[in-house]
Every structure is written in C-alpha cells, then in structure tokens.
C-alpha cells in the first residue's frame, strides 16, 4: 500500500523539525488535565475556554497583523471556515472537555480520548483520500493497547467496571469534534501561515463561546473571579492553546492528519507524568510497560512520514 504524498512547499529539515515537535504536542495538552482537576469552583468551564482562546487569540493577532492584514479579503471570504474550525476546537473540545471532567473520571476520560486517533485516521483515509500503510496500522494498534493498560492500570478486568455518566456525553462529542477539527483543517487549505491561522480560528471560537460565557456568568453560582482562575487561564492559554494548537496545525499540514493523530495516544502517559510531577500522583509499573508499547507504536506510525511516497 502506498503512503500519502508529504508536502511538496516544505524543506527536509522542516520535516525532520515536525517529526520531532508532534512528540511535543500532547506533552503541551496534557497540561489541561491538570488546569481541569483544579478548575471546579474557581472557574466555570466556559468562562475558562473563553478566556484561554482571548488570550491566545491576542497574542496570535499581534504577531501576524501583518499577514492578516494583507490576506483580510481573503479571510473575510471564508469566514465560515474559522467559525465552524473555532466551534469545534475551541468551543467543543474546549469547554465541553472543562464541563464533562465535572462529572466523569479519568479512566473515562482517557478511554474516549483515546478514540480520536482512530477515528481521524479513518476520516483522513475514507474522507481526505489518505492512505495508511500496514506497518501503521500495526504501530496505531499498538499504540491504542499502551493506552488502554496505562488507564486501566494494567488491570484489564477493570473495563468491565467502568460506569459512564452523564459527563461522558460531554468528552463523546469533545471527542468527535477533535476529529472534526484535524479533519477540516486538511479539508480547507489556507494559504495563511501556522501562526495567522490559528489567530483567525481563535477569532471564530471566542465568537463561538461568547453567548455561552455570558450565559455562565448570569448563573447564581458563578464563582467569582479570583488570582487562581487568572493563573488558570494563562496556563491554558499559552501551553495546550498557542502552543499545542499551533505545532498541531503546522505539523499536519506536512505530515498528514491521520499520522499527526496517532501521538495523541501519548496523552495520557504525559498526563501521568505531569501528575507525578505537579500534583504528586505516583508512578506505577502500568505506566512503564504502557510505554513500552505506546511509545514505538508511535514511532512505527511517524517514522513512515519521513519517508518518500513510493510511485502509485
């Protein structure tokens, strides 16, 4: 089976810069499994998902104002576009991820997460025309049963145990929609940079969580705003928001959507480690052999796009 064309705009070094950076992207999005455990009571989910996409949407606007001014009747075409990308990424799989972890715990969290791989490796080869060869189906599979014993702590019999509630709705749809996001940005190439894209698309998801902010604060149990919520926000904002987003994007337009996915499978072994390291959770045996066959499923996966296509 033949593998997708990589980008013919980018240099091998590039290339090799991508390869490296999507290990980095979960590393960044594991950082909102910590802002998530410690925002209840201190900030509502979308007044946190609000916040986050303002801040990053500032920062983001400033350092391509220029870009985004010469491509403004460009932009302006395709506003649709950002709103629905800022919907899905920033709305969706933003606050609804701070709403469901209200109610459901981590092993449920972890279990649906660790679908969406899956799921836009499929949409990448059923809708994008991607193309998959064995050696990552093998590694992706792999890569899934590291996840799967690392949540369930090497007890497979725990699965079976596993009660779902409402908030699993919540990470469902979150789930489905960060499928939905890789997928649409592939589907509408821009020819904005990484950084102008990504400003234009936090535009359209602070839009998007705009009349469900204003509709929290209205609530008689808001929490009021305190130094932890603003903390809370600048985490959010510059790690697992201008960061992740931002190598996310760039990497898979050179990469492809579906071999860009598969390292979200390492989400949450680095969610485990950044709970060992910030909140002081201990490590077990489960996370090491888990990464024993995450990691080199992920790198079977990857290590194809440094590859040239073969002929067709």
Known sequence: MTTIPLSQDATPPQFRLAMVLIWLTPALWAVNFIVARKAPGVIGPYALAFGRWLVAGVLLVLAARRELW???????????????LGACGMLVCGAW?????????????????????????????????????????????????????????????????????????????????????????????????????????????????????????????????????????????????????????WSQKLLGASRVAVTLYLGPLYAALAAWGVLGEPLGWHHLSGAALILPGVYWVTRAAGRKPSAP
């Open 70 to 84: 010469r491509e403004r009747q460009a932009i302006a075409r395709v506003w649709y576009q950002y709103l629905a």
């Open 97 to 249: 991820v701070y709403q469901g972890a209200r109610t459901t715990g981590a092993m449920n969290i972890a279990l649906i997460y660790s679908a969406s791989p899956v799921l836009i490796a499929l949409g990448a080869v059923c809708w994008l025309g991607e193309r998959i060869s064995r050696q990552q189906i093998a590694g992706a599979v792999l890569a899934l049963l590291g996840v799967v014993h690392v949540v369930v702590k090497g007890q497979w019999t725990a699965l079976g145990s596993v009660q779902w509630v409402v908030g699993d709705a919540w990470m469902v749809a979150a789930m489905v929609s960060l499928a939905m996001y890789a997928l649409l940005q592939k589907l509408w190439p821009s020819r904005l940079g990484a950084t102008a894209r990504l400003a234009v698309t936090c535009i359209g998801g602070v839009v998007a969580l705009l009349p469900f902010t204003v509709w929290e604060w209205c609530q008689a149990d808001v929490p009021p705003w305190t130094a932890q919520a603003t903390w809370l926000v600048l985490a959010v904002a510059l790690l697992p928001g201008v960061g992740a987003y931002w190598i996310y994007g």
